[in-house]
């Protein structure tokens, strides 16, 4: 019988350079391989599994309605879909919400809004500003809003449409909005793919105040920042901000696909029957477990990510081998003396799964990691920098 990765290896294309990791279960921020090792899960899946592997609360939605009426399409009403953004649109004070399958749909369907809502106003060729260092997915358009050129290379020619400017250089961005085709700027709050940056308050403030002098959409990317990761529901609550549209994914689910596009006053109305569409978008079973996500991220649930980061931020700050740790809530970022790959493969080996992005070290746990585990995976990340 041939290994999972030998497997692996030879069917699947090679567009992911993968650990020597096998694994097949977990429970919590617990996962395992199939040589029995116990690993700490300080990736969650990239964020996704937001309470962690296999929890039983979302275990429970989910099976509950894949059990009732798995899929439907969009041709008919189903109560998870209506509930889900019912439940978003409350929380954020959003308008409408259209769903789809990932973070890099979701941003689609961002600028494609910005588009007609662009087309509605005579501008022929619309153009989107986006930051330099930012990362917004992996389809020719959302590669082409993506402001990092190595992402670029091979894919050419991209989709047109698309300006950048630094993060955090309001100069920068006034200088791109002489254009007048600009009709909207696409940001996230923390980078993350770029090296878990945040915006600075200023400068978010700073883009509020531009839309309000000229007619420009702010759409937040909270594909990663979104849905507790930073310690509110969304980042942009904490910068005081109300966008017309908000893009989210990869934690909504809790681990089965599920993208959505929030829009406000401004843009509910902009798309029409027949504008935009997806097959899978909204599925029950996804929504259900959306739902059952979002429903637990209370006041308490934040208080505790806030509580954890404070706590991760205080152990590595100043930590021998530690340069430097960026981020908000459960969203870090841990500038290293050591290559980031050498760490990385030592907490591995040591039993801890960590992240990398750009030439960190990248923690997503699930936000609901419990405080031992925190600890010792904290502990192993430390040594592993210090050596
Ligand atoms: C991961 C990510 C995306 C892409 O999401 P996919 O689900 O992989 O398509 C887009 N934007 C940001 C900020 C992300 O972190």
Redesign the pocket.
């Known amino acids: 019988m041939k290994s999972i990765s030998a497997l692996d290896e030879r069917y699947v294309a090679h567009t992911y350079k993968r650990f020597p990791v096998e694994l097949v279960s977990g429970k919590g921020s617990e996962v395992f391989s199939s040589q029995g090792k116990r690993y700490i899960d300080m990736g969650s899946g ?1 964020g996704v599994t937001a309470f962690g592997i296999a929890d039983e609360t979302w275990q429970q939605a989910v099976t509950a309605q894949l059990s009732t009426l798995q899929h439907t399409s969009n041709l008919y009403y189903t109560a998870p879909c209506a509930a889900l953004a019912e439940h978003l649109c409350t929380r954020t004070g959003m308008k409408k919400v259209f769903f789809s399958n ?4 979701a ?1 689609e369907c961002a600028i494609k809004v910005a588009r007609k809502y662009g087309e509605d106003r005579g501008i022929k060729a619309p153009v989107i500003l986006t930051l330099c260092n930012s ?4 389809t020719v358009t959302t590669l082409a809003a993506t402001g990092q050129d190595h992402f670029h290379q091979n894919f050419h020619p991209l989709t047109p449409g698309f300006v950048h400017a630094p993060a955090n250089d309001s100069e920068a961005v006034k200088q791109q909005l002489k254009d007048p085709n600009v009709v909207a700027i696409l940001f ?1 709050c923390v980078q ?2 770029g090296g878990v940056v945040p915006l600075t308050q200023e400068f978010v403030q700073g883009l509020d105040k531009l839309r309000s002098e000229r007619d420009l959409l702010l759409m937040v ?1 909270e ?2 920042t979104g849905n507790g990761r930073t310690g509110s529901l969304y980042a942009y609550q904490q910068f005081g901000i109300q966008p017309d549209v908000v893009s989210t ?2 934690g909504l689910g809790g681990g089965l696909p599920i ?1 959505a596009t929030l829009l406000g006053e401004r843009t509910e109305q902009v798309l029409d029957y027949g504008d935009h569409g997806s097959t899978y978008g909204g599925n029950p079973v996804c929504a259900a477990g959306a739902l059952s996500i979002l429903s637990r991220m209370d006041e308490a649930l934040l208080d505790e990510v806030k509580e954890k980061s404070k706590f991760i931020f205080s152990s590595l700050q100043g930590a021998k081998g530690v340069k430097n740790v960026t981020g908000m809530g459960l969203m870090i970022g841990i500038e290293t003396l050591r290559p980031v790959g050498e760490v990385l493969a030592d907490c591995m080996e040591q039993g801890v799964l960590c992240l990398t992005a750009k030439t960190k070290l990248r923690l997503l746990p699930a936000l609901n990691i419990p405080m031992p585990l925190l600890k010792e995976a904290l502990d192993i990340i430390k040594a592993a920098c210090a050596k």
Not at 135 to 138: L, N, Q, V
């Open positions: 990239i990932s973070g890099a749909e941003n990362f917004h997915g992996r996230e993350g793919e990317d594909v990663q994914a990869k993208g």
